[in-house]
């Protein structure tokens, strides 16, 4: 699975981002999409998920502020970051879990397949 992200950058407090994920087509799967984070001397945490059908799932930390989005034709995964706080700072990554959904998809120890991810980082 290739998963390729971009959009990453640097923002002020209050500021807004649009990260993108493109799965390559040759791969593509039913399952879940998800965008995750890291932060230096922090686990990784799950951010936002959607799923084939088209439910979608927040952390609270992110509720009314992220939307994670999807075009099927272009094989892409959008994260709308609006009112970015600096604690949004963080590695993002996409990742894909194939074939499962619902509760599944909350667990980010569940996704093996990643992409590189791009930075976003939050000044105040």
């Not at 009112?83 to 990742?95: F, G, Q, V």
Request: hydrophobic content about 30%.
């Amino acid at each position: 699975v290739q998963l390729v992200e971009s959009g990453g950058g640097s923002v002020q407090t209050g500021g807004s981002l649009r990260l993108s994920c493109v799965r390559s087509r040759y791969t593509y799967r039913p399952g879940c999409m998800a965008w995750l984070r890291q932060a230096p001397g922090k686990e990784r945490e799950m951010v936002a998920h959607i799923e084939t059908d088209g439910r979608t799932s927040y952390a609270d930390s992110v509720k009314g502020r992220f939307t994670i989005s999807r075009d099927k034709t272009k094989h892409t995964v959008y994260l709308q970051m609006d009112s970015l706080k600096p604690e949004d700072t963080a590695m993002y990554y996409c990742a894909a879990l194939d074939y499962l959904s619902g509760s599944w998809c909350l667990e980010a120890s569940r996704y093996r397949n990643w992409g590189q991810g791009t930075q976003v980082s939050v000044s105040s």
